[in-house]
């Protein structure tokens, strides 16, 4: 494993609750720090702009509080989520309540920016950049990111086409910094396989969707709970960037999953219309095959605790 900045020491559990856009939000990530992984979302979830003060308010009074109940088993640090693709206009005052509050990690998406790295280092917080190969990952590294979130094939959200055995290898012939594997994580079995492989954590995104503190809706949970990875479907249609989607919901706005267009990655757009282009098409990850309920996300993290114990026992390790 690699050396970790003291923000990532503090994780308990080798896991990263990946931000999940409009489903994300303070009940969540304090219910995941407290249950001893990093939880996160992104600022664009808070809408409108101002409320993310408040959002960032609740989370860090109620990690306080509970670390100050609970000094033998302290929350885990929390992370909020920035797209620096140019149509994201909210970046900067967003990225200043991230300064204001000292998020001690960023996760960046969709473009590297040595501006945004050396803000987030100004309060001593650490960054961590998603990308979807290894040419990508050497471009973050260089422009100061601290870490990288592998985005393999398989993730749900704007997921890439590599296995993850080919994508951490490729990885860790150059870098030693801290990483995580995404990618149809879903159990305590595939926590121990991404530690295998070379990641430090693994980001777990879509099986959190199906918790009682997630920000989806009834029929999206229940989706989720009802569907495996023969229900995804993978297109650019809805954003401009490839990511992986739940077939119902695809039929359900009328459109042949099975026979999508194309969409013109220049049209991307992840500022004031993105919320409603992405409301009625549920993004998910195939790696949902093994959520069989919705639960507290507490429950949850037990459960993929009680597995990765389990394997370890099973290897010996």
Not at 108 to 131: C, F, K, P, Y
Not at 146 to 164: E, F, R, T, W
Request: glycine share 8%; aromatic share 6%.
């Amino acid at each position: 494993m690699s050396s970790l900045p003291p923000a990532l020491q503090r994780v308990p559990f080798p896991v990263i609750g990946s931000p999940l856009f409009i489903i994300s939000n303070p009940k969540l990530v304090i219910a995941q720090c407290k249950a001893g992984i990093v939880g996160s979302m992104p600022a664009l979830n808070a809408r409108p702009a101002s409320q993310l003060d408040e959002w960032l308010a609740e989370i860090t009074e109620a990690l306080a509080a509970h670390d100050q109940a609970h000094p033998d088993q302290p929350s885990a640090p929390f992370a909020i989520n920035q797209i620096v693709h140019k149509s994201n206009d909210r970046l900067e005052h967003d990225m200043a309540l991230c300064a204001k509050y000292k998020v001690p990690i960023v996760i960046t998406s969709l473009g590297a920016r040595e501006d945004v790295n050396q803000a987030v280092h100004s309060w001593g917080g650490v960054v961590l950049h998603d990308i979807i190969n290894n040419f990508f990952a050497r471009k973050a590294i260089e422009k100061g990111a601290d870490g990288l979130i592998a985005v393999a094939a398989g993730a749900g959200g704007h997921a890439g086409v590599k296995s993850p055995f080919a994508l951490i290898q490729e990885i860790r012939q150059w870098f030693q910094g801290p990483v995580a594997l995404s990618g149809s994580i879903a159990t305590g079995d595939a926590v121990l396989a991404a530690q295998a492989m070379g990641a430090d954590f693994a980001y777990i995104g879509s099986a959190f969707i199906a918790t009682d503190e997630a920000r989806a809706s009834e029929e999206y949970k229940q989706c989720v709970v009802d569907s495996n990875s023969d229900n995804i479907v993978y297109s650019n249609l809805f954003t401009g960037v490839h990511g992986n989607y739940l077939k119902p919901s695809v039929k359900a706005a009328g459109l042949d999953p099975d026979n999508l267009p194309e969409s013109d990655p220049s049209k991307m757009n992840f500022g004031g219309d993105a919320k409603k282009a992405w409301k009625d098409i549920w993004g998910c990850g195939q790696g949902i095959g093994a959520v069989n309920a919705v639960v507290p996300a507490a429950e949850l993290v037990a459960r993929l605790k009680q597995e990765y114990a389990a394997s370890r026992a099973r290897l010996a390790l």
